[in-house]
């Protein structure tokens, strides 16, 4: 028997670093840059764990147990009291970049779990989905919000706000972004635990600054709502200023938000832990392709474009 599952990728339009201290933020799927995983019985009584673009291919067991896919194969065998009977090889392809903002971790743990209710035949929640994943987002990150796993394993557009309901977002106008890779990855651990000691020692400070993403969360959010794309533009900036001060932006995130900017986009911010990976920019459809050339020139190592929302 062969089971393939994938999950898509993610990006933060509003709220990044200030979410992990329990204040709101935005997050949309990615639909077309997924991680895929597949599995399939063998004869062999073990598991093997084939992954190409990580340069590896070896038993499972040999694996550190706090290697992420280990620990997620783990986590799901003894939560479902499984004993295997054969061996399994687990195939993982992901289209996603590492460290960069786009909750590629998250994605290919989700694509992991995906495959294997679906091998076992269990039936699953996004809810759950969503647990499990968080676990082992907790290896990849230490304190996690959990914006991650509930964007990717639920596949859908979130107002995420720590230990609350989630709210799912529906657009009501299809929003253009464009989505450039800075090519430079830096751990979301580090930048989080460096906002951790900025706000130890700066605890009024950076408590203002969080107050100030908060609200470019419900003006920004409210603003797609209304289909105010200048306004949710604007907000996306001020965003993106307001990271820049907890020092998780750097020279090539900013040239690239000021290339979207100046071309013309409505704003432009990084996404995501930051320091490297991503730069969003919200525009319309028809200059999709000019700004995509625009980021690429002023550095960005790849280009993509997304649509969120309904034509
Ligand atoms: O870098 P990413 O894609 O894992 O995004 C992390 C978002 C943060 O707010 C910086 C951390 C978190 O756990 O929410």
Not at 40 to 65: N, Q, S, Y
Not at 111 to 124: D, E, G, S, T
């Amino acid at each position: 028997m062969e089971t393939t599952a994938s999950a898509s990728s993610k990006a933060i339009l509003f709220g990044e670093h200030a979410v992990v201290y329990g204040y709101p933020s935005v997050a949309v799927p990615l639909p077309e840059i997924r991680a895929n995983a597949k599995i399939k019985d063998i004869k062999r009584k073990k598991v093997i764990i084939d992954m190409p673009d990580f340069g590896k291919t070896g038993v499972f067991k040999e694996l550190a147990w706090e290697h992420p896919i280990r620990f997620a194969v783990d986590l799901f065998l003894s939560g479902h009291k499984i004993t295997l009977q054969n061996g399994l090889c687990l195939s993982l392809h992901s289209e996603i970049p590492i460290a960069s903002g786009m909750g590629s971790g998250a994605a290919i743990s989700t694509a992991v779990f995906k495959a294997l209710f679906a091998h076992f035949n269990i039936p699953y929640t996004a809810k759950k989905l969503s647990e499990l994943v968080f676990e082992v987002e907790k290896l990849h990150h230490g304190t996690p919000s959990g914006i991650d796993n509930t964007v990717i394993a639920y596949e859908q557009a979130v107002l995420f706000r720590k230990d609350e309901e989630i709210q799912r977002i529906n657009f009501p106008k299809t929003i253009h972004l464009v989505i450039a890779n800075s090519g430079f990855t830096t751990p979301t651990k580090t930048t989080v635990s460096d906002v951790a000691w900025l706000y130890e020692n700066n605890s009024t400070s950076v408590t203002d600054t969080f107050a100030q993403i908060e609200q470019c969360v419900i003006l920004g959010l409210e603003a797609l709502l209304l289909g105010d794309l200048e306004k949710a533009g604007e907000m996306m900036t001020e965003n993106h200023q307001l990271l820049r001060s907890l020092t998780v932006s750097n020279e090539r995130l900013d040239q690239l938000v000021d290339a979207a900017n100046s071309f013309g986009a409505y704003g432009a911010k990084l996404s995501g832990g930051g320091r490297g990976g991503i730069v969003i920019a919200l525009t319309e459809a028809e200059h999709v392709p000019f700004l995509k050339h625009t980021l690429l020139n002023a550095g960005a190592e790849a280009c993509y474009s997304t649509k969120i929302g309904s034509e």
